[in-house]
C-alpha cells in the first residue's frame, strides 16, 4: 500500500498537492488541481493508497472547503471508503482487474481554465482534436439512448452492446500512447467489429434491396437511429482528422464506420424490415 501522510504545517492547498506528489510519487505530468489528482490516484499509482490526515481540525480550519474537496475526490466511491481515525485517513483502493467505475464526485473545477485530462493524465484544451473526437463518440452514444426508447426485444439488445462498446471507444481515443508497464490499455478488439458485421449481414438477408436512397424517418426508432448515425459518422471524420496528427487505434476507426454502417440497416429493420423507409424521390418538388 502506498501511504502519505498529511499534517498541519501544509498551510495551503499547493502545499498539500506538492506533499502527497513526492510522498506518493506522481508522474511528472500531474498539475495541481483536483481533477489532475483524480486521475491519477485512479490511474497512474498501482495498488490501494491510504493518505492519513494527522491533526485534522487544525488543517480543516486553514483549508476549508479545499479540505472536504479533497476528501470527495480521494475517497469517492462506495468501495474507498473513508475511515475515521485518531487521525483522518482518506483511503483509496481498487480490485486490480476490474474495469468498472463508481463515480460519486462529479464536479472538480479542474476544468474551469478550459482543459481536461486524457486517459493518461495529461492536460489538453477541451477543443483538442482528441477530445472533439471521444466527445462527438458520447454525443452519438445519447441519441442511441433515445432510439433504445422505442425498441426492444433483440434490437434494443443489439444496441445495448454499442452503447457499452462506445464506451470502450471513448476509453480507447481518450488515451493516446501505450499503457504503463503492468498494465493494459482498454481498445477496440477485431471481436467487436466481427459482431457487428454478423449482426449486419444477418439483418440485411431478411431486407429487400434498396431501389433509392432512404429519408430519416418512418417510425420514431428508425429516425434516431438515423440521427445516431450521422452523428458516429462525424465522429469517425474526428477520427481521421486526428489519425493525421496524433495516434489513433486503425480499429477504433474501423469500428465507428461499421457501426454507422450498422445503424443503417438496424434502422430499416425496425421500420417493418424495410416497408416504412422513406425513399429519397429525385427532383420531386422541383
Known sequence: MSRAVLDAGLAS???????????????????????????????????????????????????????????ACVSPR????????????????????????????????GGDAGETSLGDGTRTPKHDLRVAAYGTVDEANAAIGLARLHTKGAADAMLARIQNDLF?????????????????????????????????????????????????????AAAYLHLARTVIRRAERAMTELAIAGPVNPLAIKYANRVSDHLFVLARFVNARGKKDVLWVPGQNR
Open 13 to 71: 492547498l499547493d502545499a498539500v498537492y506538492a506533499r502527497l506528489a513526492a510522498e506518493l510519487h506522481f508522474p511528472a505530468h500531474f498539475r495541481p488541481n483536483l481533477d489532475a489528482l483524480w486521475d491519477v490516484l485512479t490511474t497512474d499509482i498501482p495498488g490501494p493508497v491510504e493518505i492519513v490526515w494527522r491533526d485534522s481540525a487544525a488543517v480543516q480550519a486553514r483549508l476549508g472547503a479545499d479540505f472536504a474537496r479533497i476528501g
Open 78 to 109: 462506495k468501495a474507498w471508503p473513508l475511515r475515521w481515525l485518531s487521525s483522518i485517513s482518506f483511503s483509496r483502493g481498487y480490485r486490480a482487474r476490474s474495469r468498472m467505475v463508481k463515480l460519486t464526485k462529479i464536479y472538480t473545477r
Open 168 to 220: 470502450d471507444l471513448g476509453a480507447d481515443l481518450c488515451r493516446p500512447g501505450a499503457a504503463k508497464p503492468g498494465r493494459t490499455a482498454l481498445r477496440i478488439a477485431q471481436a467487436q467489429i466481427d459482431r457487428l458485421e454478423a449482426e449486419i449481414d444477418a439483418m440485411n438477408a431478411k431486407l429487400k434491396p434498396l431501389d433509392s436512397f432512404i429519408l430519416p424517418g418512418g417510425t420514431p
